[in-house]
């Protein structure tokens, strides 16, 4: 029997404020859902990360020490989980919620063997909560958790089409890359994502691709392996 293909979108906190640039932009989560509904109705296994950037930035205040900066932003990953959770169902998916730390009702506590089972059930599952410790991204935690679920490949939806040798929004003559390393990444300090994830992915061979976020229907074609950014190799 074909193994079904299983892979971990990352979204960002901000992608799905739109122009608002904080809190939610309905339409924008709704076209992401239809886009996500497209590839689990073929049969395609999808979890999902999101960040927290639309509620809480890890540097949001100099006041606050860092722990607690970071347990805020693990929160905001949950409450941008349930809303795009619950935005899923109106299109007809069913979802799980899975945090490394009790949520009462709201979640269920992350289990491998539990999360296996809902993606086996056709669900979507989404991971939120990070690590569920201070000092890690959700870079980290994606990672983490794509290893655990032994998905096929890491797709990074960025507001930036791929990966540059440098910053194109400083640099007019960075040059992008087809395909690219994750120990070239690692060596060359590439902002794909942070370097404790980046050499989590180069030890377990966990490839990624990072695509555009903005170009029509991004996700589905990438969820389809059908990718215009750059591919990471491990």
Same mark, same amino acid.
């Given at each position: =029997?074909?193994?079904?293909?299983?892979?971990?979108?990352? %979204?960002?906190?901000?992608?799905?404020?739109?122009?608002?640039?904080?809190?939610?932009?309905?339409?924008?989560?709704?076209?992401?859902?239809?886009?996500?509904?497209?590839?689990? !109705?073929?049969?395609?296994?999808?979890?999902?990360?999101?960040?927290?950037?639309? #509620?809480?930035?890890?540097?949001?205040?100099?006041? $606050? !020490?860092?722990?607690?900066?970071? &347990?805020?932003?693990?929160?905001?990953?949950?409450?941008?989980?349930? /809303?795009?959770?619950?935005?899923?169902? *109106?299109?007809?998916?069913? *979802?799980? $919620?899975?945090?490394?730390?009790?949520?009462?009702? #709201?979640?269920? %506590?992350?289990?491998? !063997?539990?999360?296996?089972?809902?993606?086996? &059930? @056709?669900?979507?599952?989404?991971?939120? @909560?990070? *690590?569920?410790?201070? /000092?890690?991204?959700?870079?980290?935690?994606?990672?983490?958790?794509?290893i655990e679920m032994e998905a096929d490949v890491i797709l990074l939806a960025k507001a930036i089409d791929g990966? /540059?040798?440098? !910053?194109?929004?400083?640099?007019?003559?960075a040059v992008k890359y087809d395909t690219v390393t994750i120990k070239e990444v690692v060596d060359k300090r +590439?902002?794909? $994502?942070?370097?404790?994830?980046? $050499?989590?992915?180069?030890?377990?061979? =966990?490839? +990624?691709?990072? #695509?555009?976020?903005?170009?029509?229907?991004?996700?589905?074609?990438?969820?389809? @392996?059908?990718? *215009?950014?750059?591919?990471?190799?491990?």
């Open positions: =029997m074909e193994k079904q293909r299983r892979v971990m979108l990352k %979204l960002s906190g901000e992608a799905l404020a739109g122009e608002k640039k904080t809190g939610f932009d309905e339409e924008v989560v709704k076209d992401v859902a239809r886009q996500v509904k497209l590839s689990v !109705d073929q049969g395609v296994q999808v979890a999902i990360v999101i960040g927290g950037g639309n #509620f809480w930035r890890g540097r949001s205040s100099n006041a $606050i !020490d860092r722990p607690k900066a970071d &347990q805020i932003g693990m929160l905001a990953t949950v409450m941008n989980c349930i /809303y795009v959770s619950e935005i899923f169902r *109106t299109t007809g998916m069913k *979802t799980e $919620i899975f945090t490394p730390f009790a949520c009462s009702t #709201f979640t269920k %506590l992350f289990s491998k !063997d539990a999360a296996n089972e809902a993606l086996a &059930q @056709g669900k979507v599952v989404f991971f939120a @909560g990070g *690590t569920g410790h201070p /000092y890690f991204s959700t870079d980290t935690g994606v990672v983490l958790r794509a990966v /540059y040798d440098s !910053d194109p929004a400083k640099n007019p003559d +590439l902002a794909v $994502i942070d370097m404790t994830a980046s $050499i989590m992915c180069m030890e377990n061979h =966990m490839p +990624l691709a990072v #695509f555009g976020l903005n170009e029509e229907n991004s996700i589905a074609n990438a969820l389809n @392996g059908k990718i *215009t950014g750059t591919h990471v190799t491990a």
